[in-house]
Every structure is written in C-alpha cells, then in structure tokens.
C-alpha cells in the first residue's frame, strides 16, 4: 500500500539547518506531486512547498522563501525539504504528503492530499 515516511527532523538553534526526507513506497512517486505541510500547536496545518516533477513547477509560501528548499531524487522516490535559516516560528511537526492520482496539480490545501506520512518535529529553540 502507499506510505509515506518522514525522518531528519530535531531540535535546532535559530539559524541552523535541517534536511527532512521523506521516502515514499507502494507508487511510483515521480508522477505525483509531492507537498510539505506543517502544524503548529494550536494552528491549522499550512502547506509549506510543493513540486510537481511533470510540469516542473515548485511552490512555497512565502514565509518560507529563500530558506526552505524542496527537491526530490525519483531514483530513491524520496523528497527532500532542505531548512536553512530556521526561526521559532518553523517549529512545528512537519508532514509530507501526495495527491491521490498522478498528473495532478500542487495545491496549498490539505484535504487536496490523499497521503500522508506521520510527521517529524521540528523545534527551533536557543
């Protein structure tokens, strides 16, 4: 069946990095687009970045802009979301998560997403 399965994140200063992976099985994730999403105590889930590896398009909201990157690597079917700069304000679990069919386009919004890992936190904290 599809799963989704995060890892990398942790507890970081202000101004460090992180790289969550995010390793997908059961399809062949290529096809799909692939999002990040996070949530914060108390707050709704926010999508985060989306790449859509057909039309090449990538997508970030823009509080995450120019320091948060996503990328993905098809031969491991796995997506990445490269976090440099981090705030007390990423803190946050952290999920990926896929459209339900191929071909389809990136959306900011959650219930667009059909699977999702089980989310890694993030605490960026001094």
């Known amino acids: 069946q599809v799963q989704l399965v995060e890892s990398g994140g942790g507890l970081v200063q202000p101004g460090g990095s992180l790289r969550l992976s995010c390793v997908a099985s059961g399809f062949t994730s290529r096809f799909y687009v692939i999002a990040w999403f996070r949530q914060a105590p108390g707050k709704e889930r926010e999508g985060v970045a989306c790449?859509?590896?057909?039309?090449?398009?990538?997508y970030y909201v823009d509080s995450v802009k120019g320091r948060l990157t996503i990328s993905r690597d098809n031969a491991k079917n796995t997506a990445y979301l490269q976090m440099n700069s981090l705030k007390p304000e990423d803190t946050a679990v952290y999920y990926c998560?896929?459209?339900?069919?191929?071909?389809?386009?990136?959306?900011?919004?959650?219930?667009?997403?059909?699977?999702w890992g089980q989310g890694t936190q993030v605490t960026v904290s001094s």
């Open positions: 998560a896929a459209r339900a069919r191929p071909y389809l386009s990136c959306s900011g919004h959650s219930d667009a997403y059909a699977y």
């Open positions: 790449a859509n590896n057909i039309d090449g398009q990538i």
